[in-house]
């Protein structure tokens, strides 16, 4: 059977997420990024999309991150991929859905933009931000990732100090599908009590002891 130019990208993306040398954008992260986006997409009516391009955008939002060698603090990893997207998509795909793919994949990293304008964003965006977002507070995630050994002592603390702030603040007005509020409400509720109370992760990470 002929593939079609959205699964050829699929397969392209995973590819790329494989070799990633970035814990915490690793193929895993795309995976788990892509059954969530699926999740919320199946819930809604969202038009012009198909369940193929939200596949593809998620193992293609991070691709920047995950072909650098380890640890990457900047911000830009949304134009990052998109510019990597471009290059190697651009005679797979057809003019529509790489667009909205590209535009998707730019737009990923604009949370704090996200928070406060949602819809300015494409619908192929806000899945994406907030699928990749319900990966954040996700236990296994901070197992993979956190205690990342090429991060200084000083860059871990500041890390995971950003990501509960953004966990505890921003994250409650990040989504507004109600499937991601309701996988943020259960995620959230299993992510503080396993790091606080149940493990204390997060000496455990700033101490690099995991
Ligand atoms: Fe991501």
Known sequence: MVKSSLEVAIVKGR???????????DLKHAENVEQTALEIFKSEKIEKISTGLVSAAAYWHDVYKASGNGFRLNNIDGRGSRLIAEKELGN??????LKK?????ADHDR????????KSFSPLGRLLIEADMLDVP?????????SRKNMTYFQRVVFVLF???????LFPRIFTFEKAQQIFKK?????????????SYFFKIITNRV
Not at 92 to 97: A, D, G, M, R, V
Not at 111 to 118: D, H, I, L, M, R
């Open 15 to 25: 590819g790329l997420m494989k070799k990633s040398n970035d814990s915490l954008h």
């Open 92 to 97: 797979t795909l057809s003019e529509k859905p």
């Open 101 to 105: 793919l590209l535009r998707a994949v």
């Open 111 to 118: 949370v704090f933009k996200y928070a406060f304008s949602p």
């Open 138 to 146: 996700d236990i296994d995630r901070w197992k993979r990732g956190v």
């Open 163 to 169: 990501e509960l702030m953004c966990i505890a603040l």
């Open 187 to 199: 995620k959230s509720k299993e992510f503080w009590d396993f790091f606080l109370f149940k493990e």
